[in-house]
């Protein structure tokens, strides 16, 4: 059974970091595009990056210059780097595979995490 387990939210004040983890079971993170979405109250899902098999990227406009995705396919975790959050990133954000970039999405057969939640105050 495919397991998509994040943890590393949190609460930060604005210009805060954060790391994210998204440990993955039963699937490869080299074997599939992987990707970071988030929700915030009140808002649709948007996907903020994804990573190819190769490891090109692609990122939201509002997280360029500031998010980082990378991945450790020995250990089957993908990460997200956030620097200089403000209170517009406060979201859920949630791990999932397959996706795509250009634009990002998911599909109705992509694996989703639980979730962790952010939260950057003012």
């Known amino acids: 059974q495919v397991q998509l387990v994040e943890s590393g939210g949190g609460s930060v004040q604005t210009g805060g970091s954060l790391r994210l983890s998204c440990e993955v079971s039963a699937y490869t993170t080299s074997g599939y595009s992987m990707g970071w979405f988030r929700q915030g109250p009140g808002t649709e899902r948007e996907g903020v990056v994804v990573i190819s098999t190769e490891g090109d990227t692609c990122y939201g406009d509002s997280v360029k210059g500031r998010f980082t995705i990378s991945k450790d396919n020995a250990k089957n975790v993908l990460y997200l780097q956030m620097n200089n959050l403000s209170p517009d990133d406060t979201a859920m954000y949630f791990c999932?595979?397959?996706?795509?970039?250009?634009?990002?999405?998911?599909?109705?057969?992509?694996?989703w995490g639980q979730g962790t939640q952010v939260t950057v105050s003012s």
């Open positions: 999932a595979a397959p996706t795509a970039c250009l634009p990002i999405k998911s599909f109705g057969r992509t694996y």
